[in-house]
């Protein structure tokens, strides 16, 4: 079977809307982010995507089956949660395209798909024509947490290797509830930056 990874729009964005909440649930669930997901408020995020045209949602697809994706929108779209650090550090929340997030099934890792998430993307906010930054943010866990798997690579090295670096204190926080949790906590959420060329 063939791999293609492209944006996908249309019907087969809104046929695709059950297996993207499916996947980012599955992906989500593992370490770092130890999400768990609900079935109704992903699918919700997601259509939210296909309605708006400054949106893009890039699929890797293993012949009709959807086993990546990556989303990225105006950074204006989550301007609740994220305005006030961008605005502490004097950028202009306009010109800065944000990407979601990046899920790809443990089996279909390692072969190039997450560079290709990023450049279908850049190559998307460049597109656009108004922004002068691509950004991203990553959870921060503790070295010592419980359910740190022993020998996890980190992104790190792939994400400067992108250009992207941490940019100091501009840091949001997102609350949600870790597996085998009972309460919400909050999550520093560290945002990588680049200048889009
Ligand atoms: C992020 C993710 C999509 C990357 O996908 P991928 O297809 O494995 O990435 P690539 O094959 O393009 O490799 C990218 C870089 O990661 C590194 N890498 C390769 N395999 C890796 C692995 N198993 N773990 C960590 N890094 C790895 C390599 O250094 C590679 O860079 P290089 O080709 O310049 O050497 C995937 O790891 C994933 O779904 N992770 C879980 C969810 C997540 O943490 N997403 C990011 C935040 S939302």
Redesign the pocket.
């Known amino acids: 079977l063939s791999l293609i990874v492209a944006p996908l729009t249309g019907a087969a964005f809104q046929r695709a809307i059950p297996d993207l909440a499916r996947l980012r649930i599955e992906?989500f669930r593992d370490w770092p982010y130890l999400y768990d997901g609900n079935y109704d408020y992903e699918r919700g995020y997601i259509a939210k995507f296909a309605a708006s045209p400054q949106s893009v949602i890039v699929a890797a697809m293993d012949g009709s089956r959807i086993v990546?994706a990556a989303t990225g929108s105006p950074l204006t779209d989550h301007a609740d949660a994220f305005a006030k650090p961008f605005m502490a550090k004097g950028y202009d929340l306009h010109k800065i395209f944000y990407f979601g997030?990046?899920?790809?099934l443990m089996g279909?890792?390692?072969?190039?798909?997450?560079?290709r998430?990023f450049d279908e993307r850049e190559a998307f906010a460049r597109k656009m024509g108004r922004y002068t930054h691509t950004a991203f943010c990553?959870v921060v866990r503790p070295d010592d947490h419980p359910l740190k798997p022993q020998n996890v690579?980190s992104?790190t090295?792939?994400w400067e290797?992108r250009g992207y670096k941490a940019v100091d204190g501009l840091v949001a926080h997102f609350d949600w509830k870790d597996l085998g949790q009972t309460e919400k906590t909050s999550k520093p959420m560290q945002f990588w930056m680049r200048a889009l060329s």
């Not at 997030?101 to 790809?104: F, H, P, T």
């Not at 279909?108 to 560079?115: Q, T």
Request: aromatic share 14%.
């Open positions: 992906v990546g997030e990046s899920v790809l279909y890792r390692g072969r190039g798909i997450g560079h998430f990553g690579r992104l090295p792939f290797g």
